[in-house]
DNA sequence: AGGCTGATCTTTATGCACAAAAAACCCAGC
DNA sequence: GCTGGGTTTTTTGTGCATAAAGATCAGCCT
């Protein structure tokens, strides 16, 4: 049976609402609240309902009023408001990044709801969706194998990525000085900064940092292919940032220093300075991610041994 | 209930095997059998048992013989050799291509599922997967949105392409003289040659050399992200393809004149000559999809104005 | 030994029917 | 034109049946 993730999601919400308000009228339509918790009339009734049921809210139409104010034990509780798609999602890369998952293993659906506790379709829906970063693929009749970054793969979508970041500064560098993205470009450098004087902050602090500078130059292409292989590019680099920590802080050091290159490039809109600091981080980046793959095993051994059967 | 197809085309191409052979002895384990029709053993089986039941093989193992030839009959019609998936996948296209979907329309699963005759998760799946392309968009909780090849979708994936094409053509040219391309290339010319002085063919003859040709051209740069989006670029291709009929001739023409130069400099090897050629053949099939697609309507009624399609 | 065959058994993918959540629709009354 | 009530449709998710793959094993022939 389906949950009504929905509905406790837009009640907390409501609940956020109604906390900051007096006691009294409260003379907001049913439109107007689903309007304001994205989400449908339908929805919004069985959360008035619900409210009218808690005593929270009294009476209906222009006489609703707030009759008490909500507490704690009002609300659901977090893990209840998540879709079960989200879960999924979830469930999934954890999963991949606690490493039970090498490249060339094959990857069972029915094993996955077991362990991800929901029906095997909502496990095939994010298969077939997650497919589209070529990170695995369908077998038919058969399975999913996890591809992994290999070599070859990481190659690849360096070639894509240079061409694409190479092109989207050079957009960048075009974008009329009171474009928004100038000031983020500021507020990132000082961030930059301050990582650079405090190299203590946690692990996730400059994978964050790093991939909101490489969008927002992305961004400035406008062009929503490029755009969307940002998001395999992020997911490859958080995939392997998990799995590298060898000498993570001297790495992440080189990286800001070299953004730190890329954004003065991109401040001067010199499109050749722009040019060499985009390549000369690129070239670091691709060379940590294919040291961290290690060499590959003379092309044979990943795909040849699982494929006993005629697949 | 899971429909047998695997069975029935395994079927079907086990028949053909036998058509050819003299009546007598037929010595195949069913392992051999099972690799040579590329299905499991167990289906192999089921073959094997039916073709026993129909007295067309009698016998076991080394002693098994062929008892009788078949005949049409003993066929599965083609329709029933079908998978759900690919049926769906087809009548989707048709669909499209069909005109019945304008850009900004919505999509109701439900409503495909029923067209089709399938199921929605059928349907769900198919155009979960479709939508790496883009061209049609998920709206949670509540259905899909055919984006369709709006103004701003063409120039976009054009950009992307020029950067591809150029790109492999590079890596063409820098092919071993030995390798199979080049008698690929020799063989698309010849049929270049041969439609050009009998123009008369069917519509697809020519979209298919197009496809033929660029797709060898992108397969140089061994590159998955590039191959794969060449699928977005031939279905944009043919959809556009269906909607404007107007100067087909003559627009056929002037590309296969501008991809016979374009063959000519691949094959000559020299850099600048083939991004000429590429480029110039490209900015021609953008302005032809631009001027097919017409002018947007002010950014504003994309999404909410159902009228104004690509024809 | 070791690979092949045929038989039996187990597991997984595929596809559908169905239930509830949530959106979308219609409509009278103000 | 907005409000709120009732109704219809669609999406989301689950459970389940069957097709098909995969695993296991005893016998048999080199």
Redesign the pocket.
């Known amino acids: 049976?389906?949950?009504?993730?929905?509905?406790?999601?837009?009640y907390n919400q409501c609940l956020d609402i109604l906390a900051g308000r007096p006691l009294g009228a409260w003379?907001?339509?049913?439109?107007?609240l689903?309007g304001l918790l994205?989400?449908?009339?339908?929805?919004v009734?069985?959360i008035l309902a619900s409210l009218d049921e808690r005593e929270i809210l009294r009476g209906?139409?222009?006489a609703?009023a707030l009759h008490r104010l909500p507490d704690p034990r009002d609300y659901f509780p977090d893990r209840q408001t998540e879709?079960?798609?989200?879960a999924v999602a979830r469930r999934f890369m954890q999963w991949v990044l606690e490493g039970d998952c090498r490249p060339g293993q094959?990857?069972?659906?029915?094993?996955l709801?077991r362990r991800f506790?929901?029906?095997?379709?909502?496990v095939?829906?994010y298969l077939t969706h997650f497919a589209r970063f070529g990170l695995i693929e369908?077998?038919?009749?058969?399975?999913?194998i996890f591809v992994g970054v290999t070599r070859d793969f990481a190659t690849e979508i360096y070639e894509v990525r240079e061409m694409f970041e190479l092109r989207s500064a050079r957009a960048f560098i075009a974008l009329p000085g009171d474009d928004p993205a100038w000031a983020d470009l500021d507020a990132i450098e000082r961030e930059h900064h301050r990582l650079l004087r405090d190299p203590d902050g946690r692990d996730t602090d400059f994978a964050r940092l790093d991939e909101r500078l490489h969008r927002l130059v992305y961004d400035a292409a406008r062009n929503r292919f490029m755009r969307e292989f940002y998001d395999l590019i992020a997911f490859v680099f958080h995939y392997h940032y998990q799995w590298n920590k060898a000498d993570e802080r001297e790495r992440n050091r080189v990286a800001l220093e070299e953004h730190l290159v890329y954004i003065a490039a991109l401040r001067s809109r010199d499109a050749r300075a722009v040019d060499a600091a985009c390549r000369a981080h690129l070239r670091t980046v691709r060379a940590t991610l294919l040291r961290s793959i290690g060499p590959e095993p003379a092309r044979a051994g990943v795909l040849s041994r699982p494929?006993?059967?005629?697949?």
Chains 1, 2 share one sequence.
């Open positions: 049976m389906r949950a009504n993730t929905v509905y406790k999601r837009a003379p907001v339509s049913e439109a107007r689903a994205a989400v449908s009339r339908t929805t009734r069985a209906a139409g222009g609703r879709t079960v798609a989200q094959t990857i069972s659906a029915l094993d709801a506790g929901t029906s095997t379709t909502a095939r829906e369908r077998r038919q009749n058969s399975g999913w494929a006993s059967g005629p697949a």
